[in-house]
């Protein structure tokens, strides 16, 4: 049998095959396919990693297409954490089977530079306005293009401007701040939604909070989704050193998905005693947009706003981080709606 981290191998075998998680599985409603719950990828991950009953590559599917939502925590008497399981099953099959040149490049090189990010964001625009991504769809090309093809399916439109420097330009010195915050930007955000960026400033700016905007690299979160824990630690080492030389109450995002895993920079660095104090500093002073507004206090002056709005909890920020309330009650405070 391969060696096996000692955490995992306690994690796999803590599942006590109740079966409750498949109550709560979205992938599993959907299928009906036991091994698409969490009871039967634990089954499957610990048949090829602990009993050598299967390849591990017979597992990959299985693996990568579990949406590590932790819905399956919700009602698991064991509190069994599925999802680390799958990302450090992940981590064991890119150490044994390599790693695709595509996501070398994406995370190694790439996320590693927001200017390159943009630079790419604005290929991908030339090739909206060109029409060749329809053109792609069309002839059957993206069939051909492997992970790429299956990349390109999902990435949004983008829009005609965008970009961290527009972001950048946005965050003025306001006078007598009460608090002073980085805004932690992402990935997608400036590129794809830069009016979140800019409307997140401006609600920052009416609390009297002064906004400086670093140039803060990707969380890591993509890829320890692909089991690329170096490139993960190399990110937040990037992130923890730019924090380091700013003098602010807290790091403040948007994106539930990039406060979740910043948050988790502790554990991430855990291992690393250079690092492991610092990483738990910054992770400390990170807080989603709507955990700060409702911490500082929250501005209820403002204007009416006639729409029935569905607030969908993202898996990141109510599970991950059990922030549930705090978007409620500043929607709830709109008038009007």
């Not at 390109?152 to 608090?179: C, F, H, M, Q, T």
Request: hydrophobic share 40%; with cysteine.
């Amino acid at each position: 049998m391969a060696t096996v981290a000692k955490e995992l191998a306690e994690s796999l075998q803590r599942c006590n095959k109740c079966g409750f998680c498949l109550a709560h599985c979205p992938i599993y409603k959907v299928t009906g396919i036991e091994w698409t719950a969490a009871r039967g990828r634990i089954a499957l991950i610990s048949g090829a990693l602990l009993d050598d009953q299967l390849e591990i590559g017979e597992i990959k599917d299985p693996v990568f297409n579990c949406l590590t939502c932790n819905a399956c925590l919700d009602d698991c008497p064991g509190g069994v954490v599925t999802a680390d399981i799958i990302f450090s099953t992940r981590e064991e099959l890119l150490k044994r089977q390599g790693q695709p040149w595509l996501q070398k490049l994406l995370f190694q090189k790439l996320l590693a530079n927001p200017s390159l990010v943009h630079t790419a964001s604005k290929f991908l625009r030339l090739a909206d306005v060109a029409g060749l991504r329809t053109l792609g769809r069309k002839t059957g090309l993206v069939k051909i293009m492997g992970d790429a093809g299956k990349a390109e399916a999902v990435v949004p439109r983008v829009p005609p401007s965008g970009g961290l420097d527009e972001i950048i330009r946005i965050a003025k010195s306001i006078e007598n701040p009460k608090y002073k915050v980085a805004y932690f930007a992402g990935c997608h955000a400036p590129n794809f939604a830069p009016e979140v960026g800019a409307a997140t400033i401006r609600v920052l700016n009416k609390h009297q909070v002064e906004v400086t905007v670093p140039r803060f690299v990707c969380c890591g979160l993509p890829a320890t989704g692909y089991g690329d824990m170096p490139s993960a630690r190399n990110l937040a080492r990037t992130n923890i050193d730019i924090a380091g030389n700013l003098n602010v109450d807290a790091i403040v995002t948007p994106c539930g998905s990039c406060s979740s895993f910043l948050k988790d920079y502790s554990k991430l660095m855990a291992g690393e005693p250079e690092w492991a104090e610092k990483a738990k500093d910054f992770a400390a002073k990170v807080k989603d947009i709507s955990e700060f507004l409702i911490d500082i206090g929250l501005d209820t002056d403002m204007g009416t706003i006639k729409k029935k709005i569905t607030w969908h909890d993202p898996c990141h920020l109510g599970r991950y981080q059990k922030i549930k309330a705090q978007p409620r009650t500043i929607l709830q405070s709109i008038p009007g709606v």
